[in-house]
């Protein structure tokens, strides 16, 4: 059975993942989502499990799906659930040189392939600093993450004060 990993550090799930998560359900037949429990980024702003739940509600009509937690090196697990593949969304050339270089030492390590999905115009802009950056600030995030994502963001960011 043929299965792939979508990984990342998802803080917080954006329509740009949500589309490359459901494109690659349809390209695999099993597709593990890998949150990295140990990102190199300082700060996260979501907890592991406040990511798991946006994600769990997001990816709930695919049944192909599940969410996992890793740390350490991504094709250790890979290897340790049986994945094939490891996809990502490319959004821009800028993305390529970093991207390329990780695909090649990942199939150097462990033999198995990267597949790049282009991401859809609609969020080639998007990431998950730019969102968290811009709804700190108040600004309107609704068309670029899922309707929880935007609420979770407003109340993090503009909810009542204790
Ligand atoms: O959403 P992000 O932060 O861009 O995701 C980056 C991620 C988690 C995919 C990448 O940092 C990763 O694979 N980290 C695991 C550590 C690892 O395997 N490093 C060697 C990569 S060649």
Known sequence: MSTALCPGSFDPVTLGHIDIIERSSRHFEQVVVAVIRNPQKTQSLFTLEERQEMLAECTAHLPNLRIEFFKGLLVDFAREHGADAIVKGLRAVSDFDY???????????????????????????????????????????????????AQRLKDRFHGEAP
Do not use: H, K
């Open 99 to 149: 991207e390329l270089q990780m695909a090649q030492m990942n199939q150097r390590l462990s033999g198995i392939d990267t597949f790049f999905l282009s991401t859809s115009p609609n969020y080639s802009f998007l990431s998950s600093s730019l969102v968290r950056e811009v709804a700190r600030y108040g600004g309107d995030v609704t068309s670029m993450v899922p309707p929880v994502v």
